[in-house]
């Protein structure tokens, strides 16, 4: 198939139709190659820069499998991304085909999925739908593994190995389109799939590559530029005058904070959709609560420039998106998770920092290049640029060829595996013994002789999986009854989606002669599964909490190494029980040093890790689960237990319903005879929530 215009695809009519009104009328290079092997059935590995239509490939190979009958999988390593994909593939809908998507409650069967023809979901989610047995999994055909460069993550790396191992192995002919940016390594990963690889470097819009010092571009090709200026500044403001979009990449939170501050009155003059923008700072602080970060950041939006990190929340990030893509925002000052996948291409990408702080090596580190390398693909939009610019600062002139020889000439670092590793290893044995999949030694090793891991490696040690699962015996995970059979407890560990340590951690926590709220919190932060929070100098009202609670779990002298460990613990547990007391986010921001993104990213896991305690209590303690049935939902509202009975009403938060409480509105009974006009004179009750109220309760 080496046809490059839209009408000779060899694709439905109506895949043509809808392809060609969203502006192709021909084939780019990478999709001439790809398309051919995929439409095809055969496996693809497409290693090409970002924005260059991998992504078309795997949405026409699997949009017309679904109307040939055949199901696909759609795995990405993001939450955003999952929405992202599905609003691209929500167009295809009026082919008669459905798309249904998936990222949360590792707990479930995913059985609603069954009827879908797509179903997109993160690579976490897709291992816990193999490890609740969903049987639609059987009817899968195709496998899309969006940035399957990630595999190299230690924390999400893993799961996509694994999930692509075991999918291989239970459906011999699978077809599997993996996608990623531009790799060294790519032969190694279309070898291991037994797929075509196509690895092009070809772009939509040409990239040009330099550094900058003093004033000056130093461009790779040996060409300069001068610019009227000399600082960073000087850059955003030539491009935003010449109306175009930047991207500016920095090391730190705080640092994307600042920078943005002083962007603003040099961006403000070259605004020119003053309403979206008011939308967008509107969208940012929407809801019952607003922090002095969201504050900063809608007064900034109205002046063209934002910030962008993982401390926001997911809305505030996706309005911020919304309105860059849509060219309200001139300017973004960000952290690299904007760079991890998300589309915000823009003329312009600056790259401030090279370095940042590790905390492993406590200090500052280079950051690595492929991640220097997802970040400069972002510039060159696509039908709006003739080319973008990658541009690195350099400070010094000495860095001038530094940056060129570190980030510009240098290869990009090769993928590995990094399934080998002990945490890694016990939470996925685990799974293959309770879904009864590798029951054996040689069985279980004989799969991971059929990963990546080992494809890498040559052969994965026989005696680290037989210690694994001697550590899982010991810790009554598992029996052997001839083979390897999960217990009752090993099952439900794996069903819920648990790192094996963590389940431990909660059955000592159950089986301690009595516990507290504070030891259940505490309980759940001692689990690997809970990334806690840093302790800092200032943190020293946290040895008072430690005196004033009684502790589940054994707790470590002040002199031991675990210590420090221990206090990220109970700071992490404090937030947490902050949160249920209706702390305000603004009062949680200033004590514990976080951004509203972190405390929802920290409910959120609480909520799971409290759910999986209380279904554990089943096992080790059954006369728990009121009071931990209690907390999930008081964790999921933030909430004291008295506004339980109102915060389950929809448009009603703990803010609302604290305010409902205060005058007289304890419970739905009481709402029932309250009238609209009476209800909208409370606090933060508005008509619009007041006629909500009153149409929920009728």
């Not at 060294?184 to 092009?200: R, S, T």
């Not at 100098?537 to 707790?555: P, S, Y």
């Not at 009403?649 to 803010?655: A, F, I, M, P």
């Amino acid at each position: 198939m080496a046809r490059d215009s839209i009408d000779d695809l060899p694709v439905d009519e109506g895949i043509r139709r809808l392809i060609k009104a969203q502006g192709y009328t021909e084939l780019w290079p990478p999709q001439k190659k790809g398309l051919p092997p995929a439409l095809q059935g055969d496996s693809v590995v497409l290693s090409v820069p970002t924005a260059s239509g991998k992504s078309l490939v795997a949405y026409l190979a699997i949009v017309q499998a679904a109307l040939q009958g055949r199901k696909s999988l759609y795995i990405v390593p993001l939450r955003a991304l999952a929405r992202e994909k599905w609003e691209d593939l929500r167009r295809y809908e009026e082919l008669g085909i459905s798309i249904g998507v998936s990222t949360g409650d590792y707990d479930e069967s995913g059985s609603r999925l069954a009827g879908n023809d797509i179903v997109i979901c993160t690579s976490e989610k897709a291992d816990s739908l193999l490890r609740h047995g969903a049987r639609w999994i059987d009817d899968v055909d195709i496998v899309v593994a969006d940035e399957i460069h990630l595999m190299d993550d230690a924390s999400r790396g893993p799961t996509m190995e694994m999930v692509l191992s075991r999918l291989r192995m239970m459906h011999p002919g699978l077809q599997v389109i993996a996608l990623s940016a531009t790799i060294q390594n790519a032969e190694e990963i279309a070898e291991w799939l037994g797929a075509h690889l196509v690895k092009d470097t070809w772009r939509p819009v040409p990239l040009r590559e330099g550094v900058f010092h003093d004033g000056t571009i130093y461009y790779a090709d040996e060409s300069t530029r001068r610019i009227a200026g000399t600082g960073t500044i000087a850059l955003v403001t030539d491009t935003v005058a010449d109306h175009g979009q930047c991207l500016v990449f920095v090391n730190s939170r705080r640092a994307a904070q600042r920078f943005a501050g002083k962007l603003r009155e040099h961006v403000a003059p070259y605004i020119d959709d003053v309403q979206a923008l008011k939308q967008a700072a509107r969208d940012v602080v929407a809801g019952e609560e607003s922090t002095s970060v969201a504050t900063r950041l809608a007064e900034y939006i109205q002046q063209g420039v934002a910030f962008h990190h993982a401390g926001l929340r997911s809305s505030q990030r996706r309005a911020i998106e919304d309105a860059f893509r849509a060219g309200a925002i001139k300017c973004i000052t960000a952290t690299p998770t904007l760079a991890a996948g998300v589309n915000t291409p823009a003329r312009r990408v600056i790259v401030k920092h090279t370095y940042r702080y590790s905390g492993d090596a406590g200090c500052m580190v280079p950051i690595p290049v492929m991640e220097i390398a997802q970040a400069m693909g972002r510039a060159g939009r696509p039908g709006y640029d003739d080319e973008g610019e990658a541009i690195l600062v350099a400070r010094k002139q000495r860095q001038l060829q530094q940056l060129r020889e570190r980030y510009i000439n240098a290869e990009l670092e090769p993928i590995h595996s990094k399934l080998g590793s002990e945490p890694a290893l016990r939470i996925h044995v685990l799974s293959l013994i309770a879904t009864d999949f590798a029951v054996t030694i040689s069985e279980i090793n004989d799969f991971f002789n059929r990963t990546f891991y080992a494809h890498q490696r040559g052969v994965v040690s026989e005696k680290q999986l037989e210690d694994i699962v001697s550590f899982l015996e010991r810790e009554g995970f598992a029996v052997k009854k001839g083979v390897w059979t999960a217990t009752p407890f090993g099952r439900k560990t794996s069903s819920l989606y648990l790192d094996p340590l963590s389940a431990i951690k909660m059955r000592e926590a159950l089986e301690a002669p009595q516990a507290s709220t504070f030891a259940y919190l505490h309980a759940i932060c001692a689990a690997p599964d809970m990334r806690c929070l840093y302790v800092s100098r200032g943190d020293r009202w946290l040895e008072d909490t430690v005196d004033e609670n009684v502790f589940a779990l054994e707790v470590p002298l002040p002199i031991s190494p675990d210590f420090e460990w221990f206090l990220a613990q109970v700071k992490t547990a404090a937030l947490l029980e902050d949160w249920m007391l209706e702390r305000r986010e603004q009062h949680l921001v200033q004590k514990y040093g976080v951004g509203p993104g972190d405390i929802h990213s920290k409910v959120e896991v609480a909520e799971w890790l409290l759910h999986a305690m209380r279904e554990m209590a089943r096992i080790f303690d059954f006369d728990a689960v009121p009071e931990l049935t209690k907390l999930i939902m008081r964790m999921r509202y933030g909430c004291k237990e008295q506004l339980l009975n109102l915060v389950e009403l929809r448009n009603v938060g703990r803010v609302r319903a604290r305010a409902l409480y205060k005058a007289g509105f304890r419970s739905v009974n009481d709402l029932r005879k309250a009238s609209i006009a009476r209800l909208q004179e409370i606090p933060h009750i508005g008509v619009e929530t007041a006629t909500s109220i009153r149409e929920q309760v009728a």
